[in-house]
């Protein structure tokens, strides 16, 4: 049976970090929301599981993953339940914990992102906070990105098995979404990840080998990615970028 | 022997999280920075991780947790490996999934909490974004926090098993994490907050049954639990408390 899959229409988003582990698997799924209301499908169908009143442990937000009965919510804990049935686990039982450790990292930043452009109120308009999205990027570019970002290239580079995955000697979940991740903070700052293949030479080289992965650059190249765009995660609105020193 | 738990001495913080459920299942550990530090205890001892060039997957932040070998970072992630262990996970294996996300849930309203106080930069300080707080404070008092709290009662109320627990018939991690939620929110935003009980009675009388628990009820009268205070997650500004419709 297909997995579904319910996110937003029309952008990446949250959604795209899931996306990419079942694609780079070939797992079967339905995107519901991308799919036609006459099938029972549409942003309709996504909004009646959130919206009900009946079933139990319904999800607070997308994206959220329906295999049979269970219903699982954000995007870590549905890569963590995912991972093992794609073989996209660590293979140490124990390693889950510390793949799950990094996801939440990837969580975190990508949380900051979405702030950089909402740092007010997530429901009100880019435009109505501009002068303290501005002040927030700031401080992401100048700060956080590059925390995180040396966070991230020092546990790949300490890999104890090597610098070609982010844990162990195999392909996991978290080495998609740090993909994804530099994937979307180019788009959204190119005048600051300018130097990112300079100072962030490991991650740079796992980017570009998961890009290079039969199963995602098919993925990439079909009509099934959005290009990023200002309804997604990661946004380029030009006053908000900067040069780094 | 010991869990060893890491995190910022002289407040709550992320930190009590995890310290409820140990001090529920009355497991031993070690609160390593407010230990001595001629114990090769203290922040130092909690800083040398952090900052390890060493240790492969050293967390990016506290909390997290030594058990052993393995060195676990990130709240829901620390309660997702210690409940099975300490008997605060839900019976059924699937149903692990759906605490995560629960917990994955308060995890998002907690930082929103952090960044009404500091939504510009985490590390500068209040005074210099009081005006961006004051914003975002309205948009969480007005829009996010009833939307995350009506979100858990109506989860709390629609529980199969009946509404004492938030998950099936027995205590799990995430009925202590909501009480220390709803502990927190009463504290930063006693104005805000004052209707909690009539708006949201399911989870009023799961906190307080969780606050008569004799571990708990021993625990929060002990020294080990440090006030609320302004070095926290929740923090009383008067200023960015208001009353609500």
């Known amino acids: 049976m297909s997995y579904k899959l319910y996110y937003w229409d029309g952008l990446q988003g949250r959604g795209e970090f899931v996306r990419l582990a079942l694609e780079e698997a070939g797992a079967a799924y339905v995107d519901v929301s991308r799919g036609p209301e006459t099938g029972g499908l549409g942003t309709g169908a996504m909004l009646d599981m959130l919206h009900s009143k009946t079933i139990p442990y319904a999800p607070f937000a997308p994206p959220f993953l329906e295999d049979g009965e269970l219903i699982i919510s954000h995007v870590a804990n549905i890569l963590m339940y995912l991972a093992p049935k794609l073989g996209l686990a660590p293979q140490q039982e124990a390693s889950r914990f510390i793949a799950n450790g990094l996801q939440l990292s990837i969580t975190d930043i990508v949380s900051e992102v979405h702030d950089t452009h909402h740092p007010i109120a997530a429901s009100d308009y880019y435009e109505n906070q501009k002068d303290?999205?501005?002040?927030?990027?700031?401080?992401?570019?100048?700060?956080?990105?590059?925390?995180?970002?040396?966070?991230?290239?020092?546990?790949?580079?300490?890999?104890?098995?090597?610098?070609?995955?982010?844990?162990?000697?195999?392909?996991?979940?978290v080495d998609l979404s740090l993909f994804q991740?530099?994937?979307?903070?180019?788009?959204?700052?190119?005048?600051?990840?300018?130097?990112?293949?300079?100072r962030y030479p490991a991650l740079t080289a796992l980017h570009d080998m998961v890009r290079m992965r039969p199963n995602i650059a098919r993925y990439l190249a079909s009509e099934r990615r959005i290009p990023f765009n200002q309804s997604g995660i990661f946004r380029h609105y030009p006053e908000l970028d900067q040069d780094v020193r």
């Open 181 to 198: 991740l530099i994937e979307g903070l180019r788009y959204a700052f190119p005048r600051a990840t300018k130097h990112f293949s300079k």
């Open 132 to 173: 303290a999205a501005k002040a927030r990027s700031a401080d992401f570019i100048g700060e956080r990105m590059p925390k995180f970002m040396g966070y991230f290239e020092s546990v790949l580079t300490r890999n104890p098995h090597g610098d070609r995955y982010i844990i162990g000697s195999t392909l996991t979940y």
